[in-house]
């Protein structure tokens, strides 16, 4: 069975950072690419970020390039996003997905964790 599993998420000020991970298990994600969205309350779901499987091609939302950074060990079939000058806007629950069905800034991707909360107090 496939399995995404977010860790990271916390509590931090406006101006900190937090790293996010993401660990797959189930199969090899070597050759997927894999990405994170948010959702703020009352909000849809959004894209963030995503990488492909060899790196070679990566996409950030305009709202957090230059902040965040996305990143992946694919030894340990594990995605991160390192997220620097956190706003309070960033506040949301952040989800990690792989192998997506269409385009890489879509949601649809066939696999998603559970989600892990970040809130940035200001």
């Known amino acids: 069975q496939v399995q995404l599993v977010e860790s990271g998420g916390g509590l931090v000020q406006a101006g900190g950072s937090l790293r996010l991970s993401c660990a797959a298990s189930?199969?090899?994600?070597?050759?997927?690419?894999m990405g994170w969205f948010r959702q703020a309350p009352g909000k849809e779901r959004e894209f963030v970020a995503a990488?492909?499987?060899?790196?070679?091609?990566?996409f950030y939302a305009d709202s957090v390039k230059g902040r965040f950074t996305i990143s992946r060990d694919n030894a340990k079939n594990t995605v991160y996003l390192q997220m620097n000058s956190l706003k309070p806007e960033d506040t949301a629950v952040y989800y990690c997905?792989?192998?997506?069905?269409?385009?890489?800034?879509?949601?649809?991707?066939?696999?998603w964790g559970q989600g892990t909360q970040v809130t940035v107090s200001s």
């Open positions: 997905a792989a192998d997506p069905q269409s385009s890489y800034t879509n949601s649809h991707y066939r696999y």
């Open positions: 189930g199969r090899s994600f070597l050759n997927t690419a």
């Open positions: 990488r492909s499987w060899s790196g070679g091609y990566t």
